[in-house]
Nanobody, 124 residues
Framework: QVQLVESGGGSVQAGGSLRLSCAASGRTISSYAMGWFRQAPGKEREVVAAIGWSGSTYYLRSGKGRFTISRDNAKNTVYLQMNSLKPEDTAVYYC??????????????????WGQGTQVTVSS
């Protein structure tokens, strides 16, 4: 089992930045692909960014150039740096871990473990 705990959410004005952290426990995340998803009220959960166990990355188109995902396997932690935030980025952000060799970054159903989420609110 992998337990994931997100932190770093909060309220910022448009154009601001936040850095989300996802601390894992139970197992090392070095062999897991990790993802950040978000879900706004009335909308489906969508992938924001993901990073494979080899370090390859995947980004939601609207986040490219603004969001950066990274991982520190020594600290068993994954990060999401979010810059130039927009009101439409407002959502609950979730961290997730995916086991297995075949990585499917954008499919929420393929992730095996999830955190409880952290709220991000961007005001205009």
């Amino acid at each position: 089992q992998v337990q994931l705990v997100e932190s770093g959410g909060g309220s910022v004005q448009a154009g601001g930045s936040l850095r989300l952290s996802c601390a894992a426990s139970g197992r090392t995340i070095s062999s897991y692909a990790m993802g950040w998803f978000r879900q706004a009220p009335g909308k489906e959960r969508e992938v924001v960014a993901a990073i494979g166990w080899s370090g390859s990355t995947y980004y939601l188109r609207s986040g490219k150039g603004r969001f950066t995902i990274s991982r520190d396997n020594a600290k068993n932690t994954v990060y999401l740096q979010m810059n130039s935030l927009k009101p439409e980025d407002t959502a609950v952000y979730y961290c997730a871990a995916q086991a297995g060799v075949r990585w499917t970054p954008a499919v929420a159903e393929r992730y095996d473990y999830w955190g409880q989420g952290t709220q991000v609110t961007v005001s205009s």
